[in-house]
């Protein structure tokens, strides 16, 4: 009867649906003597789980000072900061002309200019947007919604 008990146990075991005392029943069997020969195979497996759960840990483990590192972070930061600063104020542009004009005819002049060249970049975006609309009439023939 209990090596009947012990096999369904094992199976509850390998299946990952034994409770805690269930464990200790099956760990309590294979650390006795009187093993039947077909589950002998289970012994050791059993025993390294035994041994090992009583086995501590001595060495002491070496921790990293972070403080040194959030440290030396700080100094890089501020470093880099000071350089951007102090490149910023040694080369900030002078002030520059913004397209004032003086001849009303010269400024509507520039400014046709700046608009002919806004409306051919439009034009061009116009263009790729009647592609999207062919792709668009052609997906709804083959696809009928």
């Not at 520039?110 to 052609?138: D, P, R, W």
Request: with cysteine.
């Amino acid at each position: 009867m209990e090596l009947k008990r012990i096999e369904q146990l094992l199976e509850k075991y390998f299946e990952a649906e034994t409770s805690i005392a269930e464990e200790k029943e099956i760990k309590a069997y294979f650390a006795s003597s009187d093993v039947v020969p077909h589950l002998e195979q289970y012994k050791s497996m059993f025993g390294y789980f035994s041994n090992e759960a009583t086995r501590e840990y001595n060495k002491t483990l070496p921790l990293k000072n972070k403080r040194s590192v959030g440290k030396w972070m700080s100094v890089a930061a501020s470093v880099v900061l000071m350089a951007g600063m102090f490149t910023y104020l040694n080369n900030k542009p002078a002030e520059q002309d913004l397209g004032t004009y003086d001849s009303p005819e010269k400024a509507f002049l520039e400014t046709q200019k700046a608009l002919n060249m806004i409306s051919k970049n439009v034009n061009v975006g116009v263009k790729s947007i009647n592609c999207i609309g062919q792709y668009e009439e052609a997906r709804q023939t083959i696809f009928k919604e």
